[in-house]
């Protein structure tokens, strides 16, 4: 079950809401794991005994690592946090690279071993990095042991980010767990970000979409300059706006039900170089290896020749994160080149001409996307190629013309959405309302409009649901 679903829209988040405001605050959080179970197991039944696996280890190894510090015994505690990594690592290991190792052995002559086609459990990267950070943040005293294993278990399920995030760290929602309070402001903000995030991805990223699949399915022979830089900027917006929108809608999932999770999205497209983009784009990914990878490894406290190693170990680590196929290692080491260059050499630089900067940062990560895009690694080839003229297409063709004014108006919109005015200018609308001389009549006004765009955002999305045979999920393989 996704969100941009009518299943979801119409009948799991009405009863679940329902039942989580009529229930007594002592049992909030079991109507949060059990409803969080049955939106997990409503795609894949069977691996929701992986999850209460993973939520039963976790919960007990970071009992004993407490104990064991309580005791003095560091050594102990610290081969407790290893066992739990090791088991955790194990299980996202077998079920997502299996295959990949397997085929990459094949390749060797006199090997043939059979594959396991295992399917992916969804959403195993998030919550297993989700489980791993309970433990060591338990053995570095960032927080204190969950005592409820019902509680634990809200944490690790927790519908609302449980399937694409944001990463939420268990030291950022611990006190929540058990302190959260649900008011009719946080519901009414969180209502609005839903629906930000349900047109982001229904209205926006599925219609670009389409655009991306047209140019992508043509061998790229047939594909000129333009229409290759048309089809990868469909690309670059529509999984923005798929992976923002999803954020979006657990972040104001998570105000509904009392949560606050931080931000994973900050106007990445305006970065103007590629350490910039990184600090904006999938911000919870980005601060889980920060702290649980780049700053265990030395960070940059043992000199340059050590920070590059571990900028590179965290970026190989980060592209084979998202998927068991080369081209997502490739992508991974790509940008790690490009943000050590950065630091080494051109940093300062890129700071001090902000339009060439920014179209520097765009070109690198439009071509990122295309390296991204492609799990074959032939096909993502070719298309570079066409990218910078090299599979003799031409630069342009009367159907490149064509789709370019045809998703003119759509394209202005996304270029639009996609920079910080949309929120300047509401903000703005805001303060001359509450700036009037009748406070009342603007905050009056002020719910109206919130009103009207939610039953817009809701109404058209519907519409598109109920007629769309075009809604994909990009994360589902992550």
Excluded: C
């Excluded at 407790?80 to 002559?109: E, H, R, T």
């Excluded at 469909?234 to 931000?263: N, R, T, V, W």
């Excluded at 290896?289 to 000199?303: A, Q």
């Amino acid at each position: 079950m996704v969100f941009s679903s009518l299943m979801f829209l119409f009948r799991f988040l009405p009863v679940v809401l329902v039942l989580y405001f009529l229930a007594p605050r002592k049992i909030k959080n079991s109507v949060l794991f059990f409803a969080s179970l049955i939106f997990y197991a409503w795609g894949e039944p069977v691996y929701v005994v992986l999850m209460l696996f993973s939520t039963i280890v976790d919960y007990t190894h970071g009992r004993l690592v407490y104990t064991l510090k309580q005791k003095n015994e560091m050594k102990k505690a610290r081969l407790v946090v290893a066992s739990s990594m090791v088991i955790n690592l194990a299980l996202l290991g077998f079920f997502k690279y299996a295959d990949f190792i397997i085929g990459n052995l094949n390749l060797i002559p006199g090997i043939e071993i059979p594959l396991l086609k295992l399917a992916l459990p969804i959403g195993i990267s998030f919550y297993t990095f989700q489980t791993m950070s309970y433990t060591v943040d338990i053995y570095r005293g960032d927080a204190l042991p969950q005592k409820n294993i019902i509680s634990f278990g809200a944490y690790v399920a927790l519908f609302p980010q449980l399937i694409a995030g944001p990463i939420v760290q268990y030291n950022t929602v611990a006190e929540q767990l058990e302190g959260r309070k649900e008011t009719m402001d946080s519901f009414a903000e969180g209502v609005m970000r839903f629906m930000s995030g349900l047109g982001k991805k229904v209205l926006l990223a599925n219609n670009i979409g389409l655009l991306w699949d047209m140019i992508s399915a043509r061998p790229s022979g047939e594909v000129p300059v333009l229409l290759a830089w048309l089809g990868i900027t469909a690309y670059a917006f529509q999984i923005y706006f798929d992976f923002s929108g999803y954020s979006d809608m657990a972040i104001g999932l998570g105000k509904m039900l009392g949560f606050h999770f931080l931000e994973n999205f900050d106007y990445p497209y305006i970065s103007r170089s590629i350490t910039e983009f990184w600090r904006r784009w999938h911000m919870s990914l980005g601060s889980w290896f920060r702290s649980y990878v780049y700053i265990p490894l030395g960070g940059n406290r043992k000199g340059l020749p050590m920070q590059i190693r571990n900028i590179a170990i965290v970026w190989l680590l980060t592209g084979i994160w998202h998927g068991a196929s080369w081209n997502f290692l490739i992508w991974g080491a790509y940008f790690g080149v490009f943000l050590i260059l950065e630091k080494l050499f051109w940093l300062d630089f890129l700071k001090k001409h902000k339009i060439l900067s920014h179209i520097y940062t765009i070109v690198l990560v439009w071509v990122g996307w295309a390296i991204f895009a492609f799990d074959n690694m032939a096909k993502g080839a070719e298309y570079l190629k066409a990218m910078f003229g090299l599979a003799g297409a031409g630069f342009v063709n009367t159907e490149t013309l064509y789709l370019l004014f045809s998703y003119a108006v759509l394209l202005l919109v996304l270029l639009f959405a996609a920079t910080p005015y949309p929120k300047r200018l509401v903000l703005k609308l805001q303060a001359m309302l509450a700036g009037r001389k009748h406070p009342r009549v603007g905050m009056g006004v002020q719910a109206v409009l919130q009103i009207a765009f939610v039953a817009f955002v809701f109404i058209i999305s519907t519409a598109y649901l109920v007629d769309a045979t075009y809604n994909p999920f990009l994360y589902f393989r992550f």
